[in-house]
């Protein structure tokens, strides 16, 4: 849908066929949607987009005269090495092969393809038609070129790209995120706070202002400037990361609490309405975003 609200011509391709039609089938419903309650990306109508998507039952024919192919299968090292060879045989040979590995490094999918100067990691964020940012993690090998015409493709079709200036586990989003995840983990592990209200912090405190801004121009509004934030808060920044101690296992019976409060929460039979929601309002945070040209 991304691609398509640029006006690129888009073939899915998946090895479970119903799949592809169900995806197919939820493709029309987002774009009618999106279009009734004006938030449509791009200047086609939905009708348009729409028209630009298509399903194919052979990888090769869904490849094969791409400039850029998105690999989008589980997050197994294996099972996307073997996709990327697939895709490889068929591409042409300058078409940009992009993957959407979230952790697993860039050399390791790529290190047995033939032509590995073309493949890119390029991790979106979830859901990707609501949350633009985009990490593009070249391997050692890859082109410069490649980098710089994904990073302007993303860009021109209305996402956010991050260039990662070398490879690490995790990448940099990933980090981040799971750097709040274990924190939140480790206050509820430790009788700190309750789920809820770990939750609460960021819906109703950091989270308001990190919708706008981040956190390093955060800390540089709140004093004036970054090297008096640092002045003033650099030693209790440093003594709380020591207290912080090492990355807790999520498993054993935190992980079963957690689970059961936040299950409670929200029940999984509703777990769709829920993402129906969150998807609805981070549509309308865009529209404010758009309109303050954040």
Request: aromatic content about 6%.
């Amino acid at each position: 849908m991304v691609f398509a609200s640029a006006g690129y011509q888009i073939s899915l391709y998946d090895v479970d066929q119903s799949r592809l039609s169900d995806a197919l089938k939820t493709i029309k419903e987002n774009l009618e949607n999106l279009e009734k309650s004006g938030s449509l990306r791009g200047n086609l109508t939905a009708k348009q987009q729409l028209a630009l998507i298509s399903g194919s039952s052979s990888l090769q024919n869904a490849v094969q005269n791409a400039f850029y192919i998105q690999e989008s299968v589980p997050e197994d090292l294996n099972l996307k090495r073997k996709v990327l060879s697939d895709i490889e045989a068929s591409a042409t040979a300058d078409a940009i092969i992009g993957s959407s590995a979230s952790s697993l490094l860039p050399s390791k999918l790529s290190e047995n393809l033939k032509h590995k100067n073309r493949f890119i990691v390029v991790h979106p964020a979830n859901p990707p038609y609501f949350v633009p940012i985009v990490e593009l993690v070249p391997a050692k090998w890859t082109d410069p070129d490649k980098v710089t015409k994904t990073r302007d493709l993303m860009t021109q079709i209305g996402q956010s790209p991050v260039t990662c200036k070398k490879e690490q586990y995790g990448f940099a989003l990933c980090r981040m995120q799971y750097a709040i995840i274990n924190e939140c983990w480790r206050l509820v592990r430790d009788g700190f706070v309750s789920v809820e209200d770990a939750d609460l912090v960021m819906t109703e405190g950091l989270g308001r202002r990190y919708a706008f801004i981040g956190p390093m121009i955060t800390a540089h509004l709140n004093a004036e400037g970054m090297k008096n934030y640092l002045e003033r808060y650099a030693d209790s920044i440093y003594n709380t990361s020591l207290d912080i101690g090492p990355a807790p296992t999520l498993d054993g019976e935190v992980a079963k609490q957690i689970t059961k409060d936040l299950n409670a929460m929200v029940p999984l039979d509703q777990l769709n309405k829920r993402r129906k929601w969150r998807d609805e309002s981070l549509a309308e945070l865009n529209k404010i975003r758009n309109k303050l040209d954040v």
